[in-house]
């Protein structure tokens, strides 16, 4: 997958080396990426001006409308008026919303997905479930409320990886135990056991019996801490390579990404997040780099964890 100029190795995601960790978002996409993003990016900017000067034109008709009304209709009291208005731009409105929404979900997404890489699939509805997300274990149960949403798939090494958009509410009113993105990885053999790795000081979701898994890694243990209903096998899972991988994750997708080996999946909680952008009638242009920047980050952190895990 040709996603970007830095860190690629042999067809390989050497996932934040060197100076490359740091690197700029204008370097996430190489020359061609960046031009068949740049196209959607167009399409769904001249979408939203299309949409927001249609309504535009709509409020401008419905303030001469206002104005004219007792005129015509010899009613002078205003509020009739101003009640007829409303309704009417509310309609507008209403209208111009859902049809940007459905153009921005049925085409504008899929295409943004396809231009950054074709070996990328994309799905407008989410495969994970809730079930799923408290099987984890690395956070507390969700309330009642759940969404997931978008769905991004690919291949790295023997490995099958997809990007899921996740909102997870607390059970006490606003608060939210999970707000991001999970990334999935599918491998052929089965872990042993269950094992979590959280940032240092953090809990997991339950007080389920896990031992502290020590790695001999004083920079991964300052950052995280792992636990594991396996010791041993767990200390094998961790290479120095994958140790590698996740420090060098932190530095790009925030230090708060916790891990779950879990039978046959690795899964990974990237909190604050975001797989695609929102849009609404009041966007700024979109950029490429607006538009897939940290989708790249995301995809190349799994294809890394793909390929370290497979190799290991």
């Known amino acids: 997958m040709a996603l970007a100029k830095t860190g690629r190795t042999d067809g390989a ?10 690197a700029d978002s204008n370097k996430i996409l190489d020359a061609a990426t960046r031009g068949r993003v740049l196209h959607v990016c167009e399409f769904i900017n001249a979408e939203i001006a299309r949409q ?12 001469v409308g206002m104005v004219l009304f007792p005129i015509v209709t010899r009613i002078v009291d205003a509020r009739i008026a101003i009640v007829i208005v409303v309704g009417i731009f509310g309609f507008w409105f209403y209208r111009a919303r859902r049809d940007l929404a459905s153009s921005y979900t049925k085409i504008a997404t899929k295409r943004l997905v396809a231009a950054t890489s074709k070996e990328l699939k994309y799905k407008p509805v989410s495969s994970l479930t ?18 997931s949403e978008h769905e991004i798939g690919g291949h790295a090494g023997s490995a099958t990886f997809s990007l899921h958009a996740v909102h997870a509410p607390g059970t006490e009113r606003g608060a939210v135990v999970f707000h991001g993105v999970i990334v999935r990885l599918e491998f052929p053999e089965q872990f042993p056991g269950h094992t979590v790795v959280i940032p240092d000081g953090a809990v997991a979701g339950s007080d389920a019996k896990r031992d502290m898994v020590l790695l001999k890694n ?13 010791y041993m096998p767990a200390r094998q899972l961790f290479t120095t390579e994958l140790m590698e991988l996740i420090i060098a994750a932190t530095e790009t997708l925030g230090p708060d990404i916790r891990l779950a080996f879990l039978r046959r999946s690795l899964f990974v909680a990237v909190p604050d997040a975001t797989l695609l952008p929102e849009v609404s009638l009041l966007s700024s242009p979109l950029s490429p780099e607006d538009a897939t920047g940290q989708m790249v980050r995301l995809v190349a952190f799994a294809e890394g964890l793909g390929k370290t895990m497979g190799s290991s």
């Open 52 to 63: 927001r000067n249609q309504l535009i034109a709509v409020g401008a008709a419905c303030l």
């Open 130 to 147: 809730r079930e799923q997300f408290v099987s984890l274990d690395l956070f507390p149960a969700p309330g009642k409320g759940w969404r």
């Open 218 to 230: 004083p920079d991964f243990e300052r950052k995280f801490s792992a636990y594991s209903t396996e």
């Open 13 to 22: 995601t050497r996932y934040g080396a060197g100076s490359d960790r740091a």
